[in-house]
């Protein structure tokens, strides 16, 4: 059973006609076309004589019927809202066709990965890391909809939930859309993926004092505003002194009360993130936050307070598995290729807590994601499914 | 007719009770309250034997019947919403004070200088600077809804509009609380304004490029958020080598998009102003401004525009008029008054385009204003009323 790319890039067009949106496709988890994709897909992975399952969380789930050793590879079905046709689907087709491409290979496409419901709700239940509790307090982040009323809605209630058996796989492969510019920009056509980075996420809450413009002098003043925009130029000089090669750091949000032209800002709300691929680098930069923190408090007038609001740990790839993808990248695309983290996070970085994982890239146009305008040029996608039949072949062998 | 600091306060409190909120007054202009005050007003200043009028733009203006020479004395009547008890009526009735004194004073409630519905409308209208064209292009501020329907519907349509004939005037005076705490953190009671400051406002935006903060590079980023805290650095460093010693500047409005965790900053906007008595000191102040967008255009990936969106001339007291009430202060509360500029905007920059001007100040208790809980003690009141009038005296004499 040879690999088949032309049947591979068939069921990716396929998949894009369900829930189609502009040049892209609109899936948000649960809607009619995500279930009806995800029956599509139980139906093809039966087709290659898979046991095809959707269990009660959503995960479609094709275990290969024969002997081991066995591969776990997938990625997610769903969409963004109006969103690309490869985001997800890419890496649950190409898993697909590494089973009918005769490899011992579980296919996987791991509930709601794009976070409509929760935080990874599909791959923490496929790892026993959900339980019935967290169903019962999930809710639909857009509409607060409860997920439990949702799960019965769509036909899943009642249905047992699949966790696997970490013993029966030697690792765990994802293949996805870059959604950067590094590969395309470097003239590169595969991204083998070091690690997925850690993010610590924090909320910066400085309290000053609401007064006129015009009546409080420059001596009076307790500028909220002033205060963060001093905090966050510290961050800007110092970060770089702690910060390893690619580290990145992030002020996504910040809202200053009452936000009016002639009113001094009583209160500005921060909010930082940093990531990379290193705790040590990760704890380093936390340190420095958190001195320059301490450091505004002993120059300002204005208190700032700090408060973690997200962390999760960096995801390294196996090393074994890291090795088979550089040998088929080089093999298939000799000096075209680049070893680089991710700085997304992707279900991977949830089975790296029970399985060895390592993750493939193929470059995104533009770098565009999270938009219907998202694409790949087709034989980067042959290309990439290549990589990934070669790297899961090294692996068995 | 000597003055009647108990009759002034008596009034004051009358004014208080229409349009009560909590302790303080719910009068917005053209409100069924604030006519209501209008009618009082007007009924007060025909008792005290001037020629009462309501003219077609709101204005309250008392005419006084006898020979000249004579001041203009005044402020405004109406109130921010669920605002102070004193903030515009006290220079009222304390101008109203002056004439039931027996001083030869024209006595007017400016119309709308809280601003519900324009820009200083009624003292603009009594200058000749308000145009049929301007009340049918006014809309509230809050509502949107058209001021010349409004003007119908409270009954001010076809009443004529008063101007005022300059020569008729040595100059025109008011009385105002604060609205800081410069004079009560300095334990004063009478500020004597040596003018009103000037006011230029810009509009900064940055326009970067909005990314997913785990897929781009920091060498990559177009992030406007961090070039907006540069460039608001670079005013923090700059500014005190430009500005006087009683200069104000301050970022009110910070607006990032999408002003999101995880994204990147595509585009930031700023509202920057900044205050002085000075031209020059303010030409100074803009010129650094220019001069710092353009250091961060030469320096950042994410282009700047500066725009101005508002300018006000700064009005300076008349010398003679500052001198009375200098004379006057240090007659009655030596050592215990300071001369200080106003940070915030009155009527009386409106009429300084036309006449000699001069303003009081007395304290408010904690800077509070454009609040309800907005007061200033009643010794301080009398105080305020005795200096105004002795200065009145000093001026006519």
Redesign the interface.
């Known amino acids: 059973m040879p690999l088949d790319t032309g049947r591979f890039l068939a069921d990716l067009d396929t998949a894009r006609r369900i829930g189609t949106y502009r040049t892209g496709v609109h899936r948000p988890t649960f809607s009619a076309e995500d279930m009806e994709s995800r029956r599509w897909l139980a139906g093809r992975m039966a087709e290659a004589g898979l046991e095809a399952t959707i269990d009660g969380i959503g995960n479609v789930f094709g275990r290969h019927p024969g002997p081991g050793p066995h591969l776990l590879a997938g990625s997610h079905i769903e969409t963004q809202n109006h969103a690309g046709w490869l985001d997800g689907v890419l890496g649950v087709i190409g898993a697909l066709e590494l089973a009918r491409a005769g490899l011992p290979v579980d296919v996987c496409a791991y509930a709601d990965e794009e976070a409509h419901w929760g935080d990874f709700i599909g791959s923490r239940s496929l790892i026993g890391a959900f339980s019935d509790a967290d169903i019962d307090a999930a809710r639909n982040r857009h509409t607060g909809e409860p997920l439990r009323p949702k799960l019965e809605e769509v036909g899943l209630a009642g249905r047992p939930r699949i966790t696997i058996d970490p013993t029966r796989y030697k690792g765990a492969l994802e293949m996805h859309i870059?959604?950067?510019?590094?590969l395309e920009?470097a003239g590169l056509r595969i991204g083998v993926v070091t690690g997925i980075?850690g993010?610590r996420?924090f909320r910066i809450i400085v309290t000053g004092q609401q007064?006129?413009?015009?009546?409080?002098?420059?001596r009076?003043?307790k500028?909220a505003?002033?205060t963060a925009?001093?905090l966050?130029?510290m961050i800007?000089q110092e970060f770089p002194r702690v910060c390893a090669e690619?580290?990145?750091?992030?002020?996504?949000?910040?809202?200053?009360e009452p936000?009016?032209?002639?009113?001094?800002?009583g209160r500005a709300e921060l909010?930082f993130?940093f990531?990379d691929l290193s705790s040590e680098v990760m704890d380093r930069m936390e340190d420095c936050l958190r001195r320059v923190v301490q450091e505004s408090n002993r120059r300002e007038r204005c208190p700032a307070v700090i408060e973690e609001i997200g962390r999760s740990e960096a995801a390294l790839s196996d090393p074994a598995i890291l090795a088979a993808f550089e040998g088929a990248a080089e093999a298939l695309c000799p000096g075209a290729w680049q070893a680089m983290p991710?700085?997304?996070?992707h279900d991977s970085q949830i089975l790296a807590r029970v399985l060895p994982v390592g993750m493939l890239f193929v470059p995104s146009i533009g770098?565009i994601?999270?938009h219907w305008a998202e694409d790949t040029k087709r034989e980067d996608l042959v290309l990439g499914m290549a990589v990934l039949a070669e790297a899961a072949r090294r692996l068995l062998a």
């Open positions: 870059e959604q950067g510019t590094q920009n980075v993010i996420q007064d006129h413009t015009g009546g409080t002098t420059m009076e003043r500028d505003g002033l925009v001093r966050l130029g800007d690619r580290s990145v750091w992030t002020t996504g949000r910040v809202a200053l936000n009016a032209p002639m009113i001094i800002p909010v993130s990531r991710s700085g997304a996070i770098g994601s999270h």
